[in-house]
């Protein structure tokens, strides 16, 4: 086999940004170069950015990524690249990578099995490639093989598995194998998700034994269009064993590892860098990324929050100070400030944390607002923890406008309102008297509202549409509400934020009755654990009630007739709550699942509610 330097760059794209992601490759190919790599692999549809969606169906938009890449044959000089486009033959749209050496095309590798479950919907977009089979493609005058083919690139045989090809049962290594490749790219755009990263580095190593070769895998890197957060991973295994793997979800725009395989280097080690480990880690790396290259792509001014001082609000407030903390770290201030288009200013360059409260400052404005309803203890929680971010945070009351609300609702129904007979209705008035004061500052920071929904919320409906809801953009509504209340625990003892300290010895509560009736969550509600557990069941794994309990029966260890009724008032809220879900803010995808219906759960808004299903319950 021959000696060659391989080298695989993940990249951060934006959907048609053709600039931009040209940019990106092209430094990617200059780093290399000058690395003296000889093969480069860049991730799954990168001129273009993987999430283009239903742009895939515009002609002109296949048309537009062929001539990029036409344009970029010059610059592939002195270097095999490996780059990934659409490409339209014979009427049909197919996911290609192009291999382009010393300037020349190759041909085409063609993805054959699509990503079609959870939040990919690939087959509206692409066409399978048959496998085994190869045609010819005419660009220019010249004609290029396509299809299911291997390269020979300076005496090394290369084949191709494009993501979702490695994941299906009848995957195109194993008819590699028969040929005796030496290496398999595989160019990737595999969305984040908690502990995905045990999955997929299984994959490659695995891979790399199984068909005798070197197997490099290279992911899309960033929150290129929005919703989804891509790792950047880039990993190369040979004979069970890593030789790269970098360290994922980075601020940069791309990452280059490489590696000599077949060395006779006997020093030379391979490249395994310092990653996160656990969810909690993930949860802080990915969150502030998704939110930085959000910043950076809609180039607004910054964030705004209604800090109620509780654990949704705060959990975000704390990703905003953790991007610009990680910011830093990773970028340096001034090319921060640049990215997220902040004026320059006089920040303490020897000090990052004095740096990052600075910038903080100018990107997260906080509210309290309050009512008599409110206590002490969240204001104070709020505002101490705005002030150990650095973020800006005013506070008012909003009794007046909410008494007013209540004036004219009495002059229109002809009768007083009373918590007796009104609950629902008064509690969400004060959610929806906050949502245009907070709306309003937004508007005149230019900065986008963050609303502060979490995934269990989103199930059961726990949430005042065009209140507590009202936002651009939704970051932690992908989570659920105990996997923030134990990562705030952490990011106080582990990510050194202390002003969490008041928050995390307050009771989750809306405060949204009078203090005399002492509403907490969990009592309007269920304990969260137990909201989890059947979350997990009825709607990740699309069990039935009947089933849901029969697990949970002896995991919970509780009273029967309660978990009934759990699972009943479960049920019976998600069937009820699905036009809420439908109008939630876009959220970023951070869990294996999430209830979106615009990325992985589609729910009918009207049902039976489970009727037939709850009565059989009772039954058991």
């Known amino acids: ?76 000089y002195d270097i095999t690249v490996v780059v990934g486009l659409p490409l339209i033959l014979e009427g049909q749209t197919y996911n290609t990578c192009c291999v382009i050496k010393d300037q020349q095309i190759q041909g085409f590798y063609a993805k054959q099995a699509l990503a079609n479950d959870g939040i990919h919907y690939e087959k509206r977009w692409f066409s399978p490639w048959p496998k085994n089979t190869s045609k010819t493609i005419s660009i220019q005058e010249n004609d290029y093989p396509i299809g299911d083919i291997t390269f020979d690139i300076s005496g090394l045989q290369v084949g191709f598995e494009i993501c979702e090809d490695a994941w299906s049962k009848d995957r195109p290594a194993q008819r590699l194998k028969e040929k005796n490749i030496d290496l398999i790219l595989n160019p990737s755009a595999s969305h984040f998700s908690f502990n995905k990263k045990q999955l997929r580095d299984h994959l490659v190593q695995s891979s790399s034994s199984e068909f005798d070769c070197y197997y490099l895998y290279v992911n899309q890197l960033g929150n290129e269009s929005g919703r989804v957060v891509y790792d950047g991973d880039i990993l190369l295994a040979h004979n069970d064993q890593f030789l790269l793997k ?51 792509k809609t180039f607004i001014k910054g964030y705004v929050l209604s800090l109620s001082g509780g654990a949704d609000s705060s959990s975000i407030a704390i990703l905003v100070a953790h991007m610009i903390r990680v910011g830093i770290a990773e970028l340096g201030i001034h090319t921060l400030a ?35 309803n409110s206590s002490n203890e969240t204001l104070a929680s709020a505002k101490n923890l705005a002030g150990s971010l650095g973020a800006t ?27 007796d007979t009104d609950d629902i209705a008064l509690q969400n008035i004060q959610a929806r ?30 949430t005042t549409m065009d209140g507590d809801t009202s936002g651009s953009l939704a970051p932690i509504a992908g989570v659920d509400k105990a996997f923030i209340l134990q990562w705030l625990q952490y990011a106080e003892k582990e990510l050194g934020y202390t002003g969490l300290q008041y928050v995390n010895n307050l009771t989750p509560t809306a405060e949204l009755r009078p203090k005399a009736y002492s509403q907490t969550d969990e009592d309007d509600l269920m304990p969260y654990a137990i909201m989890v557990a059947i979350e997990r069941l009825a709607i990740f794994q699309r069990q039935s009630p009947i089933q849901v309990f029969d697990v949970l029966i002896d995991q919970l260890k509780i009273d029967k007739e309660l978990l009934k009724g759990y699972i009943a008032k479960f049920h019976r809220l998600w069937s009820i709550n699905q036009w809420k879900r439908e109008r939630l803010a876009p959220s970023f995808h951070l869990d294996d699942f999430n209830v979106d219906p615009k990325t992985w759960c589609r729910f009918p808004i009207i049902s039976s509610g489970f009727k037939k299903e709850l009565e059989d319950l009772k039954k058991r």
Not at 7 to 14: F, H, I, P, R, W
Not at 439 to 447: C, D, F, G, P
């Open 433 to 462: 008297t906050r949502s245009p004061l907070i709306w309003m500052i937004a508007n005149i920071e230019n900065k986008i509202l963050l609303t502060t929904s979490n995934r269990s919320e989103g199930d059961v409906g726990y």
């Open 393 to 419: 945070f005013r506070s008012w009351t909003i009794d007046s406008s909410v008494e007013a609300a209540h004036q004219i609702a009495e002059e229109a129904i002809g009768r007083k309102l009373s918590w």
């Open 338 to 372: 640049t990215k997220l288009h902040i004026a320059e200013g006089s920040y303490e360059a020897n000090n990052p944390h004095t740096a990052a409260e600075q910038i903080t400052e100018k990107v997260l404005f906080t509210a309290y607002q309050g009512t008599d």
């Open 1 to 76: 086999m021959t000696q060659m330097r391989i080298g695989g760059a993940c990249l951060n794209q934006t959907p048609i940004d053709w600039k931009g992601n040209i940019d990106h490759i092209k430094t990617a190919i200059d780093d290399a170069r000058n690395n003296q790599v000889d093969l480069l692999c860049l991730p799954e549809l990168c001129i273009t950015s993987y999430g283009c969606q239903d742009l895939f169906l515009a002609e002109w938009v296949l048309e537009e990524a062929l001539s990029q890449l036409l344009k970029l044959l010059d610059h592939c």
């Open 246 to 296: 970098n360290r994922r979800l980075s601020f940069s725009d791309y990452q280059l590892r490489y590696f000599d395989i077949n060395t006779i280097d006997p020093d030379y080690l391979p490249q395994l860098d310092e990653d996160f480990s656990t969810p909690n880690e993930e949860f802080a790396q990915a969150g502030a990324l998704a939110l930085f290259d959000y910043m950076q």
